[in-house]
């Protein structure tokens, strides 16, 4: 078994709807909607219009399994942290599931290799075998890779230099060279040859990593029914537009979050917690329940700037940030507050538990050391906490108690916690 390009992809016959194809007069007679298609271009605009990254891929996972009959189907991802093809989503696999298999994103590696060229692969029999760790694992016979990759659209050069008036591929520079059968130029004929792959894989343009998004596997090994070319180009054509709607989402996902967060730490911003607690605030007085607040604020910061220098300071804050991200409920709301400040929003939490969770922290960073370039040093941190049970409380006088209680706790002699 061996891996091939598809070279072209063939016109798929209209879908019948009671046996005629349904045709628009509005359009060239040549023209032709195809019924079956229009719950994929319906959910292709549904997946457009999601922000979340993992929404993305789950519809896209579930448009594949709804409308196409393959015996099963498998969704990977990259982790490029990490620079493996992770498999994430799949169905009709028995264990083990392509959930468990990781592919090395390197050079040498076949099938990464095979994915940057940003073409679909399927298996051919009786033409030898590539050696592929995941078809072994798998137990892949019959099947279809289709790389989801996130580019610009940008032609093929090959195609733009086509000067043959008389060759299929000339002026449709929007297409890649495999695209088009039948081409009659040298430059393009050798295009279409055998050695597409291996041509768009050394291409600067398709050989990068980075390109990558993920891949789709489709496999018919169980009920030997073939896959066609038809269904490989749409699948490639739709994930192609997956791959930009994933891109899409993710940018969003990168604006809001420097819109809603602290670019040092990575906490919540005044802004945004400031939201939450209004939120909170107002569920508690519609709904009962009580909701506290810890403030606390580095004792003698200044100290450690003019001591040890801003970018110790940076790294003490950079440490509580995570200390408290990883000390903390999901539930709860972290935010750095301003300079030192940091403030901890804990839904349905009574005072008294809010007073523990604050002197717990307090004694933890009491104890740490800080380690900045060699020299170690200790800090502590002042506490204040206050509560409110659907009172009717301003959020300004929220937050006047929770300070009172801060100031109470510095006054009294810093490294502590005072409850109000």
Same mark, same amino acid.
């Given at each position: ?45 549904? /997946? ?18 709804? !409308? ?80 989801? /990759? ?22 449709k520079s929007w297409l ?14 050798? @295009? ?43 699948? @490639? ?46 569920? @508690? ?6 909701? @506290? ?57 009574p005072k008294e538990q ?15 050391? /800080? ?7 200790? /800090? ?25 209680? !801060?100031?109470?706790?510095?006054? !009294? ?8």
């Open positions: 078994m061996t891996l091939t390009a598809l070279k072209s992809f063939p016109s798929c016959d209209p879908l019948p709807l009671n046996g005629q194809p349904v045709t628009s007069a509005k359009f060239h007679k040549s023209l032709t909607i195809h019924p079956g298609s229009l719950p994929l271009i319906e959910m292709l605009g549904m /997946i457009s219009d999601f922000l979340d990254p993992a929404i993305v891929e789950e519809q896209f996972f579930r448009l594949v399994d709804e !409308l196409f009959p393959f015996d099963r189907v498998a969704f990977f991802f990259v982790k490029h942290g990490k620079g493996v093809l992770q498999g994430k989503l799949s169905r009709g696999f028995a264990a083990p599931l392509p959930e468990e298999v990781e592919v090395p994103l390197a050079a040498g590696q076949p099938l990464a290799e095979l994915l940057t060229s940003g073409l679909p692969y399927r298996s051919a029999a009786g033409k030898g075998e590539v050696e592929m760790g995941v078809l072994e694992i798998l137990q892949l016979r019959n099947f279809a890779f289709i790389p989801i /990759i996130k580019r610009k659209n940008l032609p093929c050069w090959k195609i733009e230099e086509c000067t043959d008036t008389d060759c299929p591929a000339h002026g890649r060279c495999w695209h088009i059968p039948g081409t009659r130029c040298p430059l393009c004929r050798d @295009s279409s040859s055998a050695g597409t792959a291996d041509g768009c894989a050394v291409c600067p343009i398709f050989s990068s990593f980075e390109r990558l998004e993920g891949m789709l596997l489709v496999d018919n090994s169980l009920s030997g029914n073939p896959i066609s070319n038809e269904a490989v180009a749409a699948l @490639s054509v739709v994930s192609q537009m997956v791959a930009l709607a994933v891109c899409n989402s993710k940018q969003f996902q990168k604006t809001l979050a420097s819109a809603i967060r602290d670019e040092l730490t990575g906490l919540y911003n005044r802004r945004y917690f400031n939201e939450r607690l209004q939120e909170e605030n107002e569920r @508690s007085s519609r709904d009962g329940g009580i909701v @506290s607040l810890i403030s606390c604020d580095i004792d003698q910061f200044k100290r450690v700037n003019d001591t040890h220098g801003h970018p110790a300071g940076d790294r003490v804050l950079t440490l509580l940030g995570t200390l408290l991200r990883n000390s903390l409920r999901k539930s709860d709301v972290i935010a750095r507050y301003g300079g030192e400040e940091f403030m901890i929003l804990m839904p349905d939490t809010a007073w523990k969770t604050a002197e717990k922290l307090r004694r933890h960073i009491a104890a740490m050391e /800080i380690d900045h370039g060699g020299i170690l040093f200790k /800090i502590t941190v002042s506490f204040g906490v206050a509560s409110f049970d659907g009172d009717g409380d301003s959020i300004e006088k929220l937050l006047d108690k929770v300070d009172k209680a !801060l100031y109470t706790a510095k006054f !009294l002699g810093r490294n502590q916690v005072c409850v109000v």
